[in-house]
C-alpha cells in the first residue's frame, strides 16, 4: 500500500463550499457533530482516504470489516455547499498528523474550498450543564463573525493548543490562504457528550448558514443525561457514610 491510496467515487459540482471537519477527539464532540450533519442532509460520497499513517487495523460492524479510513462527504444544505470529513481514527503519529491534513487540504483544493470549520470539542474535567463554544480562528473577520454568535474567544485556551487534524487544519491551511476556524464544544472530556455536538452545530449553524433539525441528537443527549445521572448515583452511594446496619456485618 503507497502512503495514500484515493478513491474518488464522485465529483460533483459544488458552488463555493465550506469544509467541514468531524473527527474523533475530546469527548467525540467533532464526529458527532459531522455524523449529525450526514444524517440530516443527503450525503454524497466523494473520497475515501486510506492511508499508512492510520493506525493499523479494521473497524467491524455486524461482522463486516472496513480498512481504517477518512471519509469526504458532499452535502447541499440550504443556501451552501458542504464538504464534511470524517472517520474513525485521526493519525498513529505526528508526522502522519501533518501529512494526512496536507492530503485533506488536497481535496479541498480540488473542489474549491473558500473556508474550513474544524469542530471538536475542549475538556473541562467536570460535567457542563450549559456549555460554552470556544473559538480559534486565522484572521480577525473571522474572529469578529464568530463571536457574533456568541463563540467565546479566551486568552490561552484551550490550554496547550489544538492538537490533531482540527489543529492542522488551521495552521497548515493558514499557510495556504485559506480562512479557518476551529469551534470547540465545553465538555467533560470523559464521556461522549451530544449536548456539547449539538452546541457547536448551533454556532456553525449561524455561521455558514445551515438549517439543521437536533431531534435525534436531542435524543442521544437525553440518553446520555440518564446515564450521567446512573454515574452521579453510584458515586454518591460510594461516597455515603455506612449505616448501623452495615456495620453489623463488618468482621
Same mark, same amino acid.
Given at each position: 500500500?503507497?502512503?495514500? @491510496?484515493?478513491? *474518488? ?9 465550506? #469544509? ?8 467525540? =464532540?467533532? %464526529? #458527532?457533530?459531522?455524523?449529525? +450533519? ?7 460520497? =466523494? ?20 480498512? /481504517?479510513?477518512?471519509?469526504? &462527504?458532499?452535502?447541499?444544505? $440550504? ?12 493519525? /498513529? @503519529? ?8 496536507? $492530503?485533506?487540504?488536497?481535496? $479541498? ?5 473558500? *473556508? ?11 460535567? =457542563? ?12 473577520? +473571522?474572529?469578529?463573525?464568530?463571536? $457574533?454568535? @456568541? ?17 492542522? +487544519?488551521?495552521? #497548515?491551511?493558514? *499557510?495556504?490562504? &485559506? ?11 470523559? +464521556?461522549?457528550?451530544? %449536548?456539547? /455536538?449539538? =452546541?457547536?452545530?448551533? /454556532? ?5 448558514? #445551515?438549517?439543521?433539525? &437536533? ?37
Amino acid at each position: 500500500m503507497d502512503e495514500f @491510496d484515493i478513491e *474518488r467515487p464522485a465529483d460533483p459540482e459544488l458552488d463555493n463550499p465550506v #469544509l467541514i471537519e468531524g473527527l474523533p477527539g475530546v469527548g467525540h =464532540v467533532g %464526529k #458527532l457533530a459531522a455524523e449529525h +450533519l450526514l444524517e440530516e442532509f443527503d450525503a454524497e460520497l =466523494v473520497r475515501r482516504i486510506y492511508s499508512e499513517h492510520f493506525p493499523p487495523q479494521v473497524t467491524v460492524e455486524d461482522g463486516r470489516t472496513q480498512l /481504517a479510513c477518512a471519509e469526504v &462527504y458532499a452535502i447541499s444544505a $440550504a443556501e451552501r455547499d458542504c464538504l464534511v470529513l470524517t472517520g474513525d481514527h485521526q493519525a /498513529a @503519529d505526528g508526522p502522519g498528523h501533518y501529512r494526512l491534513t496536507e $492530503a485533506f487540504l488536497d481535496v $479541498a483544493a480540488a473542489f474549491d474550498v473558500s *473556508r474550513i470549520f474544524a469542530l471538536g470539542g475542549v475538556p473541562t474535567g467536570e460535567l =457542563v450543564e450549559t456549555p460554552d463554544v470556544i473559538g480559534a480562528a486565522t484572521t480577525d473577520d +473571522l474572529i469578529e463573525e464568530l463571536e $457574533a454568535v @456568541d463563540v467565546e474567544f479566551r486568552e490561552n485556551e484551550p490550554a496547550g493548543g489544538i492538537v490533531g487534524v482540527s489543529g492542522l +487544519l488551521l495552521g #497548515l491551511g493558514e *499557510r495556504r490562504g &485559506y480562512e479557518a476556524a476551529c469551534l470547540m464544544g465545553e465538555t467533560s472530556g470523559y +464521556l461522549v457528550d451530544p %449536548k456539547s /455536538a449539538r =452546541v457547536v452545530l448551533e /454556532a456553525l449553524e449561524e455561521t455558514v448558514p #445551515l438549517d439543521i433539525g &437536533y431531534d435525534s441528537l436531542e435524543e442521544r443527549a437525553d440518553e446520555m443525561e440518564e446515564v450521567v445521572k446512573q454515574i452521579q448515583q453510584m458515586e454518591q452511594n460510594a461516597t455515603a457514610a455506612p449505616s448501623e446496619e452495615d456495620l453489623r456485618y463488618i468482621g
